[in-house]
């Protein structure tokens, strides 16, 4: 018996040994989650952060160290991928990711999944990548099921298709991603996958809004700005406007500073304005570029300096502004403050048009019905003023009514009947006070 108990003490010791090998496996990986958790994986709703809230060097040193205890657990090899991405080293997170989502942790199948979809530490792989977004998100995943949902709204390496998109930002949504709320408000709001529904997006906004999503904030400040689904509030969106551009949104930063400039919603301040476009300029805002270009252009609480107009407008159309493209035609054929350059106004509007700008359909119409830098066709101006008319544009509608009149007083033995309701002494009128047919619109 006596010499029985040695062993048993061995075993007991062993036994204490196990257990805490495993108490520390447990408060390694613990520690670890705390830090690189997602708040969508079930049982980590508390404690996980958003990849852009991680601390990415607490968490990576925390996460090697539960790797070190358990180098094959597959929750923090999920977790050390995340934290090394948050920390921006994309190549070595995607070798962990990739363990994990072989693994089938849905986490890794997201994360990894967008990598493969960006190029991010990774060749780039859509079809895959789309693949394993499927599998993430439909075990209930929210980041992936909105990633998906994106993949189908632009056609990301699957077919287009808006329906299907709205499907996947509203399970997102519904699984409490502030930014897929945002995104199936956007649907309702342009009517893409779903019938438009003004009520339904604003609905939607304001829950982003209550988890604090920049873009959701934008957003109901832009329903708020337009009186779309609500009346027109300009105090509210100055202020929701105000929010999304102190948490960086440049898009809010332009309405902000448009607002600012003529004193709807707050007081009436161009000093101001012109700091929140050139802020917004600088952050790569298309409109702001084009909205600071007009005013160096016409020397509205600036010194008039077309050369940094030109610059702004540029600027502005390279980052696809249809507005600058159609003022830089506008400019290079009038040749205000510049020698005047046909050609070169013709390809600026051409690029306008293409770009669905209402004032550059019309003014390209301008050039085919003069036959300026391009073959005279009047049927191609009554198609151009008549797609920039459908989008409301006024001057259009006046260039289209014109034009339509001037073709119809042209026509052997034509009557009064033949225009219908139309007065033609009014188109007459509105021909007079249209024959400048290019145009400017800030």
Same mark, same amino acid.
């Given at each position: 018996m006596r010499k029985a108990l040695p062993l048993v003490m061995v075993l007991l010791a062993g036994t204490a040994a196990l257990t805490s090998v495993a108490s520390g496996q447990e408060a390694a990986k613990a520690l670890c989650a705390n830090e690189a958790a997602s708040p969508f994986e079930p049982g980590y709703e508390a404690v996980g952060h958003e990849i852009e809230a991680i601390d990415a060097e607490t968490a990576v040193s925390l996460c090697e160290a539960a790797a070190t205890e358990s180098p094959e657990d597959v929750e923090v090899k999920a977790w050390l991928g995340r934290a090394l991405y948050a920390a921006g080293t994309t190549e070595r997170a995607a070798t962990l990711l990739e363990e994990a989502a072989n693994a089938g942790n849905a986490v890794a199948l997201g994360l990894f999944g967008d990598m493969l979809l960006s190029g991010d530490g990774v060749a780039m792989d859509a079809e895959r990548g789309n693949m394993l977004l499927r599998q993430a998100a439909e075990a209930g995943y929210a980041p992936a099921e909105n990633s998906l949902g994106y993949s189908y709204d632009v056609g990301d390496g699957v077919e287009q298709d808006l329906a299907e998109a709205a499907r996947w930002y509203r399970r997102a949504a519904e699984g409490g991603l502030a930014r897929a709320m945002t995104n199936i408000g956007i649907m309702y /709001?342009?009517? @893409?996958? !779903?019938?438009?529904? &003004?009520?339904?997006?604003?609905?939607?906004?304001?829950?982003?809004? %209550?988890? %604090?999503?920049?873009?959701?904030? &934008?957003? =109901?400040?832009?329903?708020?700005?337009?009186? @779309?689904g609500m009346p027109v509030d300009h105090t509210a969106a100055v202020a929701l406007y105000t929010r999304a551009a102190d948490g960086g949104n440049a898009f809010a930063r332009t309405n902000l500073a448009r607002l600012t400039a003529e004193g709807l919603g707050t007081p009436r301040d161009l000093a101001a304005a012109i700091a929140l476009y050139q802020q917004a300029a600088d952050e790569g805002a298309a409109l702001a570029q084009h909205n600071l270009a007009v005013l160096y252009e016409t020397g509205n609480g600036v010194a008039r300096d077309i050369d940094q107009a030109l610059a702004l407008y540029q600027m502005a159309a390279d980052n696809g502004e249809g507005l600058a493209s159609a003022n830089l035609g506008r400019i290079y054929l009038l040749g205000e403050g510049v020698e005047a350059n046909p050609e070169l106004a013709f390809n600026w509007t051409q690029r /306008? #048009? %293409?770009?669905? /700008? *209402?004032?550059?359909?019309?003014? !390209?119409?301008?050039? &085919?019905? +003069?036959?300026i830098?391009? *073959?005279? %066709?009047?049927?191609? #101006? @009554?198609? !151009? &003023?008549?797609? *920039?008319? *459908?989008?409301? =544009? #006024? =001057? #259009?509608?006046? +260039?289209?009514a014109r034009l339509e009149m001037t073709v119809w007083e042209e026509m052997p033995d034509a009557t009064d009947g033949d225009i219908g309701e139309r007065d033609a002494d009014g188109y007459r009128l509105k021909a007079s006070k249209t024959a400048d047919k290019i145009s400017n619109r800030f």
């Open positions: /709001s342009e009517g @893409l996958g !779903l019938d438009r529904d &003004y009520v339904a997006a604003a609905a939607w906004f304001e829950r982003a809004v %209550d988890k %604090d999503d920049i873009n959701g904030i &934008y957003q =109901l400040g832009r329903l708020n700005q337009q009186g @779309l /306008s #048009a %293409d770009a669905g /700008s *209402a004032l550059g359909q019309n003014n !390209l119409g301008h050039f &085919y019905e +003069n036959g830098s391009v *073959a005279p %066709d009047r049927d191609r #101006a @009554l198609e !151009l &003023y008549g797609a *920039a008319a *459908a989008q409301g =544009l #006024a =001057l #259009a509608q006046d +260039n289209l």
